[in-house]
């Protein structure tokens, strides 16, 4: 299996400066066992993950749960966000 790296699309943004597009998204196959489609995560943000039936479909469902994730966060305020990683 051969991991996929996706860019975030420019027109999503979020409150403090933070952005979808500032973190690293993989999206992989699932197995027939697991379900089939595709399953996407951010490896930064833990217990961020999305699936789809589609590469699309589940890129788009990360994004989405990214966003969820940092707005989550951003009522914590005992946590801190993580910054994006130099590639």
């Given at each position: ?74 009522v ?12």
């Amino acid at each position: 299996m051969r991991m996929r790296f996706f860019e975030a699309p420019s027109r999503t943004r979020l409150p403090r400066q933070a952005d979808v597009r500032d973190y690293r998204v993989y999206v992989e196959p699932l197995i027939e066992r697991l379900g089939g489609g595709f399953v996407a995560y951010a490896p930064e943000l833990r217990g961020c993950i999305a699936d789809g039936e589609t590469p699309q479909e589940a890129l788009a469902a990360i994004y989405d749960a990214i966003e969820c994730w940092l707005e989550e966060d951003a009522v914590d305020l005992t946590s801190q966000i993580p910054v994006k990683q130099s590639a």
